[in-house]
């Protein structure tokens, strides 16, 4: 069997192509070369009704592929345009704390309204991540609203895009008892 491989090809383009070189892709589908026959009336070749369907699926293979594009065609198009640069960067840094207690570098931090670009720099031994919540208190309170914020990570760095409004927020790792133990602050967002 012949096996078509590309970062597009999906399953269905991947048995077509079984079916159509080997016929070994399902048991008892036709293979290339099973085929033809003569019509002893007029002398001329004609189609099975297997070599009809070979031939179908050469054209939904052709049309899958065909229609998958190809990196160069996604870079004209306008959805591929850059996004616009965020607003602000907020970045939180986890230190290695050891066996004190977890906190970040930061419990103030300031941004303007938009998209604001969050990052965490985790050089903790410990998974963090970094919630930003509406409101003044952590964690999880009453009527307060998650507006995004990083996964869990190791150690490294973490980003995340989050659109914020003019307000008060609250920053905190959602890890554990990370927040109870301190790791959490004050988000204050103006007015763009």
């Known amino acids: 069997m012949v096996l078509i491989t590309s970062t597009r090809t999906g399953p269905v383009v991947q048995f077509l192509a079984g079916v159509l070189v080997a016929g070994d892709a399902a048991p008892g589908l036709p293979t290339i070369g099973a085929a033809e026959r003569l019509d002893p009336a007029d002398g001329r070749l004609r189609s099975s009704p297997r070599q009809m369907f070979r031939l179908a699926a050469l054209a939904l293979a052709t049309i899958a592929i065909g229609g998958c594009g190809g990196e160069d065609e996604a870079a004209d198009s306008p959805a591929s345009t850059p996004a616009a640069k965020p607003a602000s960067k907020l970045e939180v840094v986890a230190p290695n704390t050891g066996a004190g207690a977890f906190r970040?570098?930061?419990?103030?931090?300031?941004?303007?309204?938009?998209?604001?670009?969050?990052?965490?720099?985790?050089?903790?031994?410990?998974?963090?991540?970094?919630?930003?919540?509406?409101?003044?208190?952590?964690?999880?309170?009453?009527?307060?609203?998650?507006?995004?914020?990083?996964?869990?990570?190791?150690?490294?760095?973490?980003?995340?895009?989050?659109?914020l409004r003019p307000g008060e927020y609250v920053f905190f790792c959602s890890v554990g008892s990370h927040a109870e133990d301190g790791m959490q602050g004050r988000l204050t967002v103006a007015g763009a």
């Open 104 to 163: 970040y570098v930061q419990d103030r931090l300031e941004a303007s309204a938009g998209r604001a670009e969050l990052v965490l720099v985790n050089d903790d031994v410990h998974q963090h991540d970094v919630r930003i919540q509406t409101g003044t208190k952590c964690c999880y309170e009453p009527g307060a609203k998650e507006v995004g914020g990083t996964n869990v990570i190791s150690k490294g760095t973490g980003r995340a895009l989050i659109d």
